[in-house]
């Protein structure tokens, strides 16, 4: 299994407040991906990174921001959770990115309630 | 829009029978299509994929077949085992332009023992 770290694992908090979820890899990979699962929609991309510093959005990402400072980390900031971001959130790495085929590498996912 | 799309949310399976899964897709432009497997409370695990170029593929028990005039593929699990009830996602992805895997919503197999 790829080295792939997620937390917390479950995490509960209100409407208004900022949450921020953690990603920590230990492959070494360039490419990090934040998803969210929703029922009826599949996984969706929010936010993901080419490199330290790099990041780009993805078809889900009003709401959320995200920073990478260091190779083995990704964080995803809710700076104002709402009701409609509660759901499971999974970060996946890559080594080549989606363009080449080259598949991703999920973590266990977070999930997180907005109440 | 869903550009990939998963319209069995289930499917029951007799162990030792074939499972068939089916995928479509909207995206002419799609080159690669990956399959992935998901346990309850974990993330999903990469199965197999196939490049647009080819029309079938095949690992072991698994093998994905896919028809770009139809834009249509399927994973095929023979023989099915009960350790295979998961749900399955599709997925697809450009050469150039998103980086992004574009999932379909899924479907559950149960493989009955």
């Known amino acids: 299994d790829a080295g792939i770290t997620q937390s917390p694992r479950h995490k509960v908090t209100e409407t208004g407040t900022p949450v921020t979820l953690r990603c920590h890899q230990t492959e070494n990979h360039r490419y990090m991906y934040w998803y969210r699962q929703d029922p009826g929609h599949g996984l969706r991309l929010i936010h993901y990174s080419y490199g330290v510093k790099d990041t780009d959005k993805g078809e889900v990402s009003d709401g959320y921001s995200v920073s990478r400072s260091k190779t083995e980390d990704f964080l995803l900031t809710l700076e104002s959770a709402t009701s409609s971001q509660t759901s499971v959130y999974f970060c996946a790495i890559s080594d080549y990115g989606t363009a080449t085929g080259s598949p991703l590498h999920f973590g266990n996912g977070t999930r997180l309630t907005v109440t | 829009d869903q550009q990939v799309k998963q319209n069995s949310p289930s499917l029951s399976v007799q162990e030792g029978r074939i499972s068939i899964l089916n995928c479509d897709y909207t995206n002419s432009m799609f080159d690669y299509f990956l399959w992935y497997k998901k346990y309850p409370a974990e993330g999903p695990t990469f199965l197999i994929s196939?490049?647009?170029?080819?029309d079938k593929n095949e690992d072991g028990r698994f093998t994905v077949f896919l028809n770009k005039s139809a834009k249509h593929l399927s994973l095929h699990i023979v023989p099915s085992q009960p350790g295979d009830s998961a749900v399955y996602f599709c997925a697809a992805s450009v050469r150039t332009g998103a980086n992004n895997l574009f999932f379909g919503t899924g479907t559950r197999l149960t493989v009955i023992p």
């Open positions: 196939i490049s647009s170029i080819k």
